[in-house]
């Protein structure tokens, strides 16, 4: 792609999320929510191969979709109420149409059928884009709505996204569609406290996108695609491999990695809130997650490739590309944990 384009369309994505950030209008931020989809469809398609091309268009129907139920709901919320203020949606009818538009847009189950497809679709670095830069703006209106939303939906939500992003993935062998499921089962993570604690689903926010950039950098520099090719990763690059499926076992929240503190504390606030049951399930949920995510490691770490002579794979990976985003990425994903009580602080 041409570099000024490509700084175009970059540019307009953040402009985008920035819109939509800074705004208190509903046309405002659905004005911010289009320009990102208007930006990122150029880069999903930008290969002009036709899985590539299917997933845009599932991936532009599926957000036109959601920003009309917006714009529809915003409307009857100004027409009820004469406001176009985000703290004025009070009509009932009106908020939960929002919030269902919005669940689409991030892929929250059970409106999540598009992203393992769409995500299946695209190269490693445009699908880290669209699970975290684009999973941007429609949480902060989420964020902003919280309050005037019904808690019974946003528990819903997040109980049934974190179910169906375990259940999901157990049985992929493509490392993306892997990925869609495990970021629809964090959304949920972050939905189901942000009633109680906005400010642990902020941190979740947080980690999760650092832990899934690193998942992303790590598979693009090893060029692995499937669960197959995971195998032969090991021969080309055993620190790189080890990184991966550290990486990956701090996706799935596994205690010393940085995964397990945003886990930690929403499960701790759910619990203060008397909400036992749901914690129960949504940490018995996350067990589902960890056993794909040990399926990954163990692909990796314990399989060795029949095929992994000189001639038929290099034994060395191609190390010119920028890894600076890789070793920033993969520093925080790893080794935050101790940082605790010192997050704790800056949050509560």
Not at 72 to 92: L, Q
Not at 98 to 120: C, D, N, R, Y
Request: one cysteine or more; charged letters at 5%.
């Amino acid at each position: 792609m041409n570099p000024y384009v490509l700084m175009v369309l970059l540019s307009s994505l953040g402009l985008g999320t920035t819109l939509t950030f800074a705004s208190s209008h509903w046309l405002l931020a659905w004005m911010g929510l289009e320009i990102n989809t208007l930006a990122i469809v150029p880069l999903m398609a930008q290969h002009h191969h036709p899985r590539a091309v299917e997933a845009t268009t599932k991936y532009f129907l599926t957000q036109a979709t959601a920003a009309a139920m917006i714009l529809f709901a915003s409307t009857t919320n100004a027409w009820i109420t004469g406001e176009w203020d985000m703290n004025s949606m009070t009509n009932p009818i009106a908020s939960t149409m929002v919030i269902t538009a919005l669940a689409l847009k991030i892929g929250l189950a059970p409106m999540h059928f598009w992203m393992p497809e769409v995500l299946q679709g695209l190269d490693l670095l445009t699908g880290l884009i669209m699970s975290t830069w684009q999973k941007l703006a429609p949480l902060a209106l989420i964020i902003q709505m919280a309050q005037a939303i019904d808690p019974f939906l946003l528990t819903a939500l997040g109980l049934t996204s974190t179910l169906i992003g375990g259940w999901g993935g157990l049985n992929q062998t493509q490392l993306r569609k892997v990925l869609a499921y495990s970021s629809i089962a964090h959304m949920g993570w972050m939905i189901i406290v942000l009633q109680y604690a906005p400010q642990l689903t902020l941190l979740a926010l947080g980690t999760y996108i650092f832990m899934t950039s690193a998942a992303f950098l790590t598979l693009k520099m090893s060029s692995a695609t499937k669960i197959n090719t995971l195998a032969m990763t090991w021969s080309n690059s055993p620190i790189l491999t080890s990184t991966t499926a550290l990486v990956l076992l701090s996706l799935g929240g596994l205690p010393p990695l940085t995964g397990f503190m945003p886990k930690w504390l929403i499960l701790q606030e759910l619990t203060k809130q008397n909400l036992s049951i749901t914690a129960t399930i949504m940490a018995l949920a996350a067990l589902l997650s960890l056993y794909f995510y040990l399926r990954l490691c163990y692909a990796m770490t314990l399989t060795i490739s029949p095929n992994t002579t000189n001639s038929i794979t290099p034994w060395r990976i191609n190390t010119t590309q920028n890894s600076l985003p890789l070793v920033i990425s993969t520093t925080i994903a790893l080794g935050f944990l101790p940082m605790t009580p010192a997050i704790l602080m800056l949050v509560t």
